[in-house]
């Protein structure tokens, strides 16, 4: 074999609950738009030295997405002690939007392990999400996140997700999202550990308010959990909360926040 190429189709997804914080495994939201991305999996065989790439519009989550992929296929080979004698390139076309690394990640780990297991689709197929996001874990990425990610894709449905635990589906809903208008390299402002655990409880019943909200169609009460994670965002990274409120909202992602509309639908 010279080279193989695989093409899917996943839909954009992105968090709409459950701000990010270092080191902390919150529930989260996450909800499909009506972007269809384009994911390009190239296998060759290795030749000299296996090469791991990801490649999208921006040089940024390009290079960000790659590095998370390498560490994820290395550890894949480590955790099932099983050698794959491939370089892997992966391209994702999202049209005019541009995505947080985080998502090229899970799009393009989601579609090389279908490729390389076989598999017509991943959410028929649990156990292997389920070996991908404790994967995620390993190599220190926020499983909670990457999971909410992989699931939201694979499903085509908006999800609710804490590590650990099974996937809340959420059937109908759908987000219009523009933007980033702004991407910001972040940090996080230490909070003494009392304080930094009220926080983390907070974020956790925004997410519980948020699937309530969903369900009833309860619009008023997003807006709120925006405002409110819009706050803790800049509380805890020193983001600007958007002028413009609802339906901005800020999407961190690792060491970058991203600043999109999001505005949650409901599908007739």
């Given at each position: 074999?010279?080279?193989?190429?695989?093409?899917?189709?996943?839909?954009?997804a992105?968090?709409?609950?459950g701000?990010?914080?270092?080191?902390?495994n919150?529930?989260?939201?996450?909800?499909?738009?009506?972007?269809s991305?384009?994911?390009?999996?190239?296998?060759?065989?290795?030749?000299?030295?296996?090469y791991?790439?990801?490649?999208?519009?921006?040089?940024?989550?390009?290079?960000?997405s790659?590095?998370?992929?390498?560490?994820?296929?290395?550890?894949l080979?480590?955790?099932?002690?099983?050698?794959?004698?491939?370089?892997?390139?992966?391209r994702?076309?999202?049209g005019e939007?541009?995505?947080?690394?985080?998502?090229?990640?899970?799009?393009?780990?989601?579609?090389?392990?279908?490729?390389?297991s076989?598999?017509e689709?991943l959410?028929?197929?649990?156990?292997?999400?389920?070996?991908?996001?404790?994967?995620?874990?390993?190599?220190?990425?926020?499983?909670s996140?990457?999971g909410?990610?992989?699931?939201s894709?694979?499903?085509?449905?908006?999800v609710?997700?804490?590590?650990?635990?099974?996937?809340?589906?959420?059937r109908?809903?759908?987000?219009?999202?523009e933007?980033p208008?702004?991407?910001a390299?972040?940090?996080y402002?230490?909070?003494?550990?009392?304080i930094?655990?009220?926080?983390?409880?907070?974020?956790?019943?925004?997410?519980?308010?948020?699937?309530?909200?969903?369900?009833?169609?309860?619009?008023?009460?997003?807006?709120?959990?925006?405002?409110?994670?819009?706050?803790?965002?800049?509380?805890?990274?020193?983001?600007?909360?958007?002028?413009d409120?609802?339906?901005?909202?800020w999407?961190?992602?690792g060491?970058?926040a991203?600043l999109?509309?999001?505005?949650?639908?409901?599908?007739?």
């Open positions: 074999m010279d080279e193989q190429v695989f093409s899917y189709f996943y839909p954009l992105l968090p709409i609950a701000l990010c914080i270092p080191r902390v919150n529930p989260v939201i996450l909800a499909p738009s009506t972007t991305c384009s994911v390009e999996v190239r296998l060759e065989e290795v030749a000299d030295e296996r791991v790439e990801v490649m999208t519009s921006s040089p940024l989550e390009s290079s960000r790659s590095k998370m992929l390498r560490k994820f296929i290395q550890e080979e480590r955790g099932t002690g099983l050698s794959i004698p491939f370089s892997i390139r992966c994702v076309d999202c939007l541009r995505a947080p690394a985080m998502y090229y990640y899970a799009a393009c780990s989601n579609a090389a392990v279908r490729v390389l076989g598999s689709s959410a028929e197929e649990g156990y292997l999400l389920k070996s991908c996001i404790a994967t995620d874990a390993v190599v220190g990425l926020n499983p996140l990457v909410g990610y992989r699931y894709i694979e499903l085509g449905s908006a609710a997700y804490h590590y650990g635990e099974e996937p809340v589906t959420l109908g809903i759908t987000v219009g999202v933007g208008v702004r991407v390299r972040i940090r402002l230490r909070e003494s550990p009392r930094a655990s009220m926080i983390t409880k907070l974020i956790g019943y925004l997410v519980l308010e948020g699937v309530a909200a969903l369900r009833s169609g309860s619009y008023t009460v997003i807006s709120r959990i925006y405002a409110y994670e819009n706050g803790l965002a800049y509380a805890l990274y020193g983001l600007e909360p958007p002028a409120g609802y339906p901005w909202r999407v961190i992602d060491d970058y991203y999109y509309r999001l505005e949650p639908l409901v599908r007739g």
